[in-house]
């Protein structure tokens, strides 16, 4: 398999990057209290980046997941607090893949132009990673549904002007709806995960909504969504990787103990050689994850996502932990990147299943094959 970027993906790649690394430093980053900043927002709009998932019949640009995997590979490797991978890469792949003609046309170019953030409000308490079990309900009426039930971890809701909630129909069918967050009803209690990403529990109480706020036959989508997020994820840990090894071995490098360079210790000389093998890894994975997360068959992708969701979650745990090590005292303390690198690392461990469950999941796979 050829793992070479084209041209035009390495310009997107590079130029990702430049302006990141211009306009999103850390300096820039600790000065964002909320977890959103407009001007960053607006900046990735400008970029184009807000229009990578949208497809090209909707005057989108129609990226491939490939695409998406090097733009989260530089977000990674700044530590970007927006909620690109909420609204620009799960958000607006739903709506693409759901909405009808009037849906898209209203909700597709306020997303890519950055005027619209939404974001999916699907987890639940109960779910335990199985994204099939949802308690949240949908009642028709005469004019529309009555929607009844809360949802956990929703990030970045607080930021956001439309709320996609899955519930079920009486007949248990899965449907999407677009609540703006300030309908009657709607009540979120906010606050900041481990990561300085900013969450909120949803409430919805007898939310009432039109019938135009449907997004039917979600089952399909809501898999294809969570597979392209996964994919993304993988991607964006490997930039924090990258990051993350690049400080340690120049803090290696800087530190002196006992009139050496502690880099000189050939004991954490091993160490580092063992975090360059978890990120060369992680590396291979998450190319796998992007070239399988749209794969026809649905046992093979789920093969493939959970092993890269494993090798990467694995990759997260141990050079997330050494850097923190190696660096000593400092490595936890606000004020070193260190260990902002090391909180997110912590959450992608974490995230759209632990590396526990994923790892069941793919013996469970090969025991059924």
């Given at each position: 398999m050829d793992f070479t970027f084209t041209d035009e993906q390495n310009m997107l790649l590079e130029t990702t990057r430049r302006t990141l690394g211009k306009d999103y430093d850390f300096a820039a980053r600790q000065k964002i209290s909320d977890g959103f900043s407009a001007?960053?927002?607006?900046?990735?709009?400008?970029?184009?980046?807000?229009?990578?998932?949208?497809?090209?019949?909707?005057?989108?640009?129609?990226?491939t997941p490939v695409d998406t995997l090097l733009v989260m590979t530089a977000m990674g490797e700044a530590l970007v607090l927006e909620p690109y991978l909420a609204s620009a890469v799960m958000a607006t792949t739903l709506i693409a893949q759901l909405g009808n003609a009037q849906q898209r046309a209203a909700l597709l170019p306020a997303l890519q132009d950055g005027t619209l953030i939404a974001v999916p409000a699907h987890d639940e308490a109960g779910s335990r990673f199985d994204w099939r079990q949802i308690a949240t309900r949908a009642t028709p009426t005469a004019e529309g549904f009555v929607i009844h039930g809360e949802k956990c971890l929703v990030a970045h809701a607080g930021s956001a002007h439309l709320l996609l909630v899955s519930a079920r129909l009486p007949d248990d069918r899965l449907a999407v709806f677009g609540i703006p967050r300030e309908t009657p009803g709607v009540q979120l209690v906010s606050y900041q995960t481990v990561d300085g990403v900013p969450a909120s529990e949803v409430f919805f109480d007898q939310v009432v909504v039109t019938a135009d706020a449907l997004f039917d036959n979600a089952d399909t989508a809501l898999a294809d969504m969570r597979d392209r997020a996964l994919a993304a994820v993988?991607?964006?840990?490997v930039g924090i990787l990258d990051k993350l090894l690049a400080a340690t071995v120049q803090y290696a490098r800087d530190r002196q103990q006992f009139g050496v360079a502690i880099g000189k210790f050939q004991a954490l000389q091993h160490r580092m050689a063992d975090m360059v093998l978890h990120?060369?890894?992680?590396?291979?994975?998450?190319?796998?994850?992007?070239?399988?997360?749209?794969?026809?068959?649905?046992?093979?992708?789920?093969?493939?996502?959970?092993?890269?969701?494993?090798?990467?979650?694995?990759?997260?745990?141990?050079?997330?932990?050494?850097?923190?090590?190696?660096h000593g005292g400092m490595g936890v303390t606000d004020e070193l990147i260190v260990s902002h690198y090391f909180k997110r690392l912590m959450a992608i461990e974490l995230q759209f299943g632990s590396t526990d469950q994923h790892l069941e999941a793919f013996a469970a796979q090969l025991k059924a094959a």
């Open positions: 001007t960053a927002w607006q900046g990735f709009a400008d970029l184009g980046l807000l229009a990578l998932q949208v497809p090209e019949a909707d005057d989108g640009l129609g990226g993988c991607a964006e840990a990120c060369e890894q992680a590396r291979s994975m998450s190319f796998l994850a992007a070239v399988r997360c749209t794969d026809v068959d649905p046992a093979q992708r789920m093969a493939a996502l959970s092993a890269a969701k494993v090798v990467v979650g694995q990759a997260c745990r141990f050079v997330g932990q050494q850097a923190v090590q190696l």
